[in-house]
């Protein structure tokens, strides 16, 4: 759980603004990815740590094979067929249906943060296209970090943290509120971060919580003298946005019985076992080192390389093995909202801004 901490100060003085730009910059401004580095990363993780224990056994068994009397006698009595067999089909289907379920979860992570991003891009929209002669919306200029500005508004800011906050948590990285899109308003910070801390003898609520908490707040600022089904509407998308978030934490966080991941390790290290000690020993000698190396690369390092990305939400885009689909999708969402509302002014409805730093919409029909 996150708790309230005043922001970092330079010579006595907090930095907010130049702080938030500068955290800004490095969200959204990235270079591109190196798969190459990815790939090499997955195999030196991944399948490596498999092949070494894999090439390691093999040559400690046969080295006790040829160098110890009677050892060979021994493997000998381990030499069952059936048994060797059964255990083979049995971890070849674990670790098959094991690795299909690590996909399908970055599937369905990959496809929930899209879900996630369209419905903040959504109220973004929503809001946005009711220009007319109702209520007004402040407009904010903010630093980009790159020496210019860009118009926003605090509803914008506040959508885009969204994606970003489930991603952080996904990681099971600690927050700091100024990292995020938010963290650019000092009131929306402020307001924000005192939702984190604990008040009234009950603990805060969590990053999510409170973010969507504080789009509610923003979007119940609009509804006064609002047609009760135009309001229905635009939080029927925040009820989208925390189904979505739903979807991605449960798949992201459910896990099988721990012991289940060691078993099948043990019982696969125990297959290599009895294969090298009962087969490829006897019949190839020291070339059995090479030939399991080769079998547990193809088998077992696969469904290695697999949980890698079990869980995309902790791909880095620099360097990873598939292309990153959540930090991009976080990116493209704030830049998408960001643009959204950089015009106070509609194209098509001429005289509904009233001055630069303000917009009139009404969220319901005028009737």
Known sequence: ????????????????????AMYRRKRLVKGGNNWMVGMLLD??????PWVLFAAILA???????????????????????????AISTFASFL????????????????????DLSGSVINIALYVKSQISSGKTIEFITLADGSGGFFQTTRIALALS????????????????????PLGQDPKLLEAYSRLLAPANGSKGVDEFAAIILTIGELVDEF????????????????????????????????????????????????????????DLAPNNSWNSIWIVSV????????????????????????????????????????RAITAVFSRSRSMLIGGVATSSSAMQFSLGARV
């Not at 079998?295 to 079990?310: D, G, K, M, V």
């Open 161 to 180: 943290s969204v994606c970003f906050i489930v991603k952080y948590n996904g990681r099971n990285t600690k927050i700091l509120p100024v990292q995020l």
């Open 95 to 114: 670790l098959v249906a094991k690795q299909s379920a690590n996909l399908g979860n970055n599937s369905a992570i990959i496809g929930g943060f899209g």
């Open 43 to 48: 195999l030196a993780f991944g399948a490596l």
């Open 223 to 278: 509804q006064q003298g609002q047609k009760a089904s135009e309001y229905a509407v635009l939080f029927s998308q925040i009820t989208a946005t925390t189904g979505a978030q739903g979807r991605i934490s449960g798949t992201a966080g459910y896990g099988g019985p721990y012991i289940m991941k060691y078993l099948l390790y043990f019982l696969y290290g125990l297959y290599l076992f009895l294969l090298i000690a009962t």
């Open 1 to 20: 759980m996150a708790s309230y901490k005043p922001m970092p100060a330079v010579n006595g003085v907090t930095a907010l603004p130049e702080l938030a």
């Open 295 to 334: 079998l547990a690369f193809c088998t077992i390092a696969f469904f290695r390389i697999s949980e890698r990305y079990a869980n995309p939400m902790k791909l880095r885009t620099g360097f990873a093995g598939q292309y990153p689909f959540v930090p991009e999708t976080c990116r493209d969402a704030e």
């Open 59 to 85: 040559a400690s068994v046969t080295a006790i094979r040829n160098e110890v009397d009677g050892a060979a006698d021994t493997f000998a009595l381990f030499n069952a067929p059936v048994a060797l067999a």
